[in-house]
């Protein structure tokens, strides 16, 4: 199979029509053709007119390790062109970034989950096309979670860096459909092109999304494997509780938790007790780790590893918002004066609890806190909330 990028690159029409414009390229680590050439050095040596590179949260090197953790604008010391960040003293595209370019051509791979921060800089690109009268090509690339859809759909008014708008958790779309909703949902009047996939097959197996004979490059430091980015949509949540999410190790958000003061043995026959069907779909094992930095840094955490891979995976049966959902709701009974909720500044948001704001609304938080609260109440309100998403975006899938 083809991606966007090396569809662009061997079909000498598509370049044809970059021909005399003035190219920008949004990438990262992972923005590589099928040979791992990086796509900035392959669209330059294939004689296209590149005057200037985005780089996301992380930076175009994606060096930056944690959240919050700006990059500068650049040179580029080998093509002289300005590299402009995107998640820096500006996380909108300024009109002074967007007058460096005719055709803006977007080369991001995406974790499929609406928390991941590249999803609303597609968004705020796209805005500020609409703006500036620019093109964006979106160079497609695979949904590694598939289209499985899971999460209650984010809250009017609960928009951030990491709520893009009201589309659950894990949305099931790739990036090039993603640029359609948004144009649609927020009626943006752009010119808007996907060089679309060749021959990706989303529900076929066993990659269910991410081909076999594609290399797996970290898109973000801690987005090491696909394991992590088919559970991503669950563990994401680590990140607005006290809980370790693995940050410090080798997996990280691969894990269901790591405390010091937990065990993850009691908390995981709780969550078979409580919702055993919410476990389906991967193995979890009992486990122990000493993160080297962030969370529980120097201290050996008891935790609950995922497996969403090898013969443990059922794709449809995996729902990893639900398992972490669990793995909360667990600990709560367990411990009800757990200190769960760190409450931190997340993504520019020092208002509300950062779980609030990586669900996108308070109902997850709601349903572990309240003691009367059972796995049918969530379950209704997301399952309501995806098929909502599902008709919503049905007409807008181009695989």
């Given amino acids: 199979m083809k991606f966007g990028i090396d569809r662009l690159l061997s079909e000498p029409e598509l370049l044809q029509q970059l021909h005399g414009r003035r190219v920008a390229l949004v990438a990262h680590p992972a923005s590589v053709t099928e040979d791992l050439t990086h796509s900035l050095d392959a669209l330059i040596a294939a004689g296209v007119n590149v005057t200037s590179a985005f780089g996301p949260q992380h930076g175009l090197k994606g060096d930056k390790q944690d ?11 080998a093509y002289g062109i300005p ?4 998640y820096g003293e500006v996380r909108k595209p300024t009109g002074q970034m967007m007058s460096t370019a ?8 995406d974790l499929g989950c609406r928390i991941y921060t590249f999803v609303t800089t597609l968004l705020y690109l796209l805005q500020a096309a609409s703006k500036t009268g620019k093109t ?12 499985p859809i899971e999460g209650t759909l984010l809250l009017p008014g609960q928009e951030s860096f990491v709520g893009a708008g009201p589309m659950p958790m894990r949305h099931g779309l790739t990036m ?16 808007y092109r996907v060089i679309g996939m060749d021959r990706w097959l989303p529900e076929e197996g066993p990659g269910f999304g991410w081909p076999e004979d594609r290399v797996w490059i ?26 370790s999410e693995g940050r410090g190790t080798t997996r990280p958000l691969e894990v269901l938790f790591g405390a010091p003061d937990l065990d993850g043995a009691d908390v995981l026959a709780e969550m078979r007790r409580i919702a055993p069907r919410w476990l389906d779909g991967c193995a979890i094992r009992p486990c122990f780790f000493e993160p080297t930095f962030h969370k529980h840094a120097k201290q050996l955490n008891s935790g609950l590893m995922i497996h969403a891979e090898q013969g443990f995976y059922d794709h449809h049966a995996f729902r990893p918002w639900r398992l972490q959902a669990l793995a909360f ?6 411990r009800p004066d757990y200190d769960l909720w760190r409450d931190f500044p997340y993504e520019y948001e020092f208002k509300r609890l950062a779980i609030d704001v990586i669900n996108g609304g308070p109902a997850l938080r709601e349903w572990v806190d309240d003691e009367s609260a059972e796995p049918l109440d969530l379950e209704t309100k997301a399952g309501s909330d995806e098929e909502r998403w599902r008709a919503e975006v049905a007409d807008l899938l181009l695989y």
Avoid: C
């Fill in 67 to 77: 959240n919050m953790v700006e990059t500068a604008d650049e040179v580029d010391p």
């Fill in 329 to 334: 709701k667990a600990i709560r009974r367990l």
């Fill in 83 to 86: 590299v402009f960040s995107l």
């Fill in 176 to 191: 090039g459909e993603m640029g359609h909703w948004f144009i649609r949902h927020f009626k943006l009047d752009v010119d």
């Fill in 218 to 243: 970290n898109p973000s430091p801690n987005a090491a494997s696909l394991n992590m980015a088919r559970a991503y949509a669950g563990t994401v949540m680590l990140e607005g509780t006290t809980l």
């Fill in 102 to 109: 005719d055709v803006f051509l977007f080369d991001l791979q």
């Fill in 136 to 147: 964006v090509w979106v160079l497609d690339r695979p949904n590694p979670a598939g289209r």
